[in-house]
């Protein structure tokens, strides 16, 4: 059998199997409303998760504003420790300063003493 008998013999289900524009069309809308349910799906599930990812912006807004007041609490902390630096470095050299009259009075007094005592043995021998 050559091909031009083929095409003019009668398909092997029958005429009535073959396709149609009308059962085409019936299947691609069919295919279409398929395709359509999925993506309306696949949406929906998006928006789902951008609502979540809404959440998560917000608790992340929270945390940087609560980051933020730490930071100014922190700032706040450093300047009162700045001031009592301040304040223990004027100690400090206040301290120094009163160690250095006593270790020169330490030294006028022991010095007084050798003299006391030096004239009290030098009588004392006389």
Do not use: C, Y
């Not at 019936?26 to 809404?54: H, N, Q, V």
């Not at 807004?61 to 700045?82: M, S, Y």
């Amino acid at each position: 059998m050559d091909e031009a008998d083929l095409l003019l013999d009668r398909p092997p289900g029958g005429w009535d199997d073959l396709v149609t524009k009308e059962w085409l069309h019936l299947e691609l809308g069919a295919f279409e409303a398929r395709m359509g349910a999925r993506f309306a799906a696949i949406d929906a599930r998006f928006a789902e998760m951008d609502a979540r990812f809404a959440v998560i912006d917000g608790r992340f807004a929270a945390l940087d504003a609560r980051f933020a007041a730490i930071d100014a609490r922190l700032l706040a902390t450093d300047e009162r420790l700045g001031s009592f630096e301040r304040g223990f470095r004027s100690l400090e050299s206040r301290l120094d300063g009163l160690a250095k009259d006593l270790r020169s009075q330490t030294w006028r007094l022991v010095s007084v003493l050798v003299a006391a005592m030096a004239v009290a043995i030098s009588v004392n021998r006389f």
